[in-house]
């Protein structure tokens, strides 16, 4: 599995270390306005171009202390992983190991026999990772049923044959199960976990990360953030859902935290594979992942904010939120992380519009 990856990490490496790892006072200082505006806990934001990043961070890591966060500071990502789990299936692709036409029973044709899966027996690797299988998300499920079993392939694949028991939708929906069952397919045809290809992954671009939230209790030898539920009714509470809302088998489509800095040297891989560079993909598989549909894609959503065109995805956990812009036509893109829920998604569209608009008057 991925005969050059060794090659490129090592590359990607040395280019990283180019870099300044520094706040930039401007994003610092529109980054401290937007905290104060919005009653925000704390934020780190990017801007990244195809050959350099600037980061700005404001606030603290936890609420009522004053522990300030720092640009090596991880927030939990939750959907903004969905690209990566899509980035390794294209990366499977271009290795010969599976096809995004690749139809889910052709990798698992012993669950045809489940009553109701002839109803979904089309479905394909693209139809799941742009959920347009028409499947039900995880919410309708007993949790208890999936931890039953013991690794986390297995809660995945428990999780596969309930779905293939429910009524298909009607209809293209919105739907993480669609990620953990197009990471089924990978983790078979590659025959490691998916947790494998993860790692193996983001290793070999000498990119740090944990899976699951970044704090779970109340350690303070830490640099890393907790998250807030600002609706919760104790004010200070954090990690509110953790017990009943992250499992450990959901990493496909939510489960990475990542500090600004890495997830940054991420975003810029696609930045420069969409404005027609190769690196870690060929720049035609990134056009791939981003534009083959008019809306919802792989992992990405192409629309209009004011009058850019960008491709870009929310990540919501119920405790961090996190936005990355990409707006090709202007050869940048801009990262937001929120170590709490978001509040006003109109003012964050705003925010991000401006710097768009204004930092090369700055930078």
Wanted: glycine fraction near 6%.
């Amino acid at each position: 599995m991925y005969k050059s990856i060794k090659l490129f990490g090592i590359f990607i490496f040395i280019f990283s270390n180019c870099f300044s790892q520094q706040n930039n006072q401007w994003l610092d200082s529109i980054s401290s306005d937007y905290i104060s505006k919005n009653n925000i806990v704390g934020m780190s934001v990017s801007i990244v171009q195809p050959d350099s990043i600037y980061y700005g961070i404001s606030g603290v890591l936890k609420q009522n202390r004053n522990q300030k966060i720092i640009l090596q500071s991880k927030f939990f990502l939750a959907s903004l992983t969905k690209s990566l789990t899509s980035l390794i299936a294209k990366k499977m692709e271009e290795e010969g190991l599976i096809s995004f036409d690749t139809k889910f029973f052709d990798v698992f044709p012993e669950l045809l026999k489940i009553k109701n899966a002839k109803k979904y027996e089309q479905i394909t690797l693209s139809e799941l990772l742009s959920h347009k299988a028409r499947i039900n998300d995880f919410y309708i499920y007993d949790k208890t049923i999936i931890d039953s079993v013991s690794t986390k392939t297995k809660k995945r694949l428990e999780l596969a044959k309930l779905t293939l028991t429910k009524s298909r939708k009607s209809k293209n929906n919105y739907s993480n199960v669609g990620y953990i069952m197009g990471a089924l397919m990978l983790e078979k045809r590659a025959g490691v976990d998916f947790e494998v290809l993860v790692k193996n992954t983001l290793d070999s671009l000498s990119l740090d990360y944990l899976v699951g939230y970044p704090n779970t209790n109340d350690v303070y030898d830490t640099n890393d953030t907790w998250g807030h539920n600002i609706f919760a009714k104790e004010k200070n509470r954090f990690n509110l859902r953790e017990d009943n809302f992250f499992s450990d088998f959901q990493l496909p489509c939510w489960g990475l935290s990542m500090s600004i800095l890495d997830y940054s040297l991420y975003i810029q891989l696609h930045l420069n594979g969409l404005l027609g560079k190769d690196n870690f993909l060929k720049s035609e598989n990134y056009k791939e992942l981003h534009n083959t549909f008019k809306k919802y894609n792989f992992g990405w959503i192409t629309r209009k904010l004011g009058s850019f065109k960008i491709s870009t995805h929310d990540g919501s956990g119920g405790i961090y939120f996190g936005r990355t812009v990409i707006v090709p036509d202007e050869k940048v893109a801009i990262v937001v992380l929120f170590n709490q829920t978001a509040t006003s998604l109109k003012e964050l569209n705003n925010f991000i519009e401006f710097i768009i608009k204004n930092y090369k008057q700055i930078i």
